[in-house]
């Protein structure tokens, strides 16, 4: 039946499934566990770093102050007043040396400039063979959460014969469902797509 096939190979990627399983049919169940996927692979790319300033960038920066370490956005406010600068203001004066540490040892490859109690930090443009290299990880990501879409519809379909078995759904219901799954992959996935594409074309944006 053409609701039931899905382009290339339904893949089982454990790191991806779903933690625990379905055991009613639930399509607004079913998009959130899908759209989750789609949220972390926004938060991924965010990540990469393509020569546009974000603020994201020093999501994973840690800085030690006061005796513990904790996130740079706990000491400081991170702010982009250009395209390819980051400006940190240092809320205590006293750990300006320590947010600049954070970050030098973060391996971001980005270089802090201290004016008073704000860090700027130039953001360099990547070379062609770094564009390279951001978008292979770019599609990487994205094809790790298509097969998380894709998991979660083979989870919807295993519990929809399964019903249907068990006597709780009619064949006629079983397609109905089966083709509202189908459809909510379907939207998932171009979303993903759309949203990689966005992505590849501010990696290839000089």
């Known amino acids: ?41 926004k938060r991924e790319l965010a990540g990469l770093r393509t020569g546009r300033a974000s603020a994201h960038l020093l999501d994973p920066v840690q800085v030690t102050v006061y005796g513990s370490r904790m996130p740079l ?54 070379t062609a063979e770094r564009r390279q290299e951001l978008a292979k990880q770019a599609h990487k990501y994205a094809e790790n959460h298509r097969v998380a879409v894709r998991n979660v519809r083979r989870e919807a379909m295993e519990l929809l014969k399964k019903l249907e078995k068990d006597g709780k759904i009619g ?7 089966s083709a509202k799954v189908q459809d909510l992959t379907d939207k998932l996935v ?4 759309q949203t990689l594409a966005a992505k590849d074309a501010e990696i290839q944006k000089v």
């Not at 171009?190 to 797509?193: L, M, P, R, Y």
């Open 1 to 41: 039946l053409a609701w039931s096939r899905m382009p290339g190979p339904l893949r089982r990627d454990k790191k991806e499934t779903s933690p625990v399983s379905l055991t009613t049919f639930d399509p607004a169940e079913i998009e959130k566990r899908m759209r989750a996927s789609l949220e972390a692979l």
């Open 171 to 177: 064949e006629d219901e079983h397609h109905k469902n």
């Open 73 to 126: 956005n706990q000491v400081a406010t991170v702010t982009v007043p250009e395209p390819r600068m980051i400006s940190v203001q240092v809320w205590d004066k006293s750990n300006v040396s320590a947010v600049e540490k954070g970050i030098r040892e973060s391996n971001l490859g980005v270089n802090p400039i201290i004016d008073g109690t704000t860090l700027r930090l130039p953001i360099p443009a990547p």
């Open 190 to 193: 171009k979303e993903i797509d």
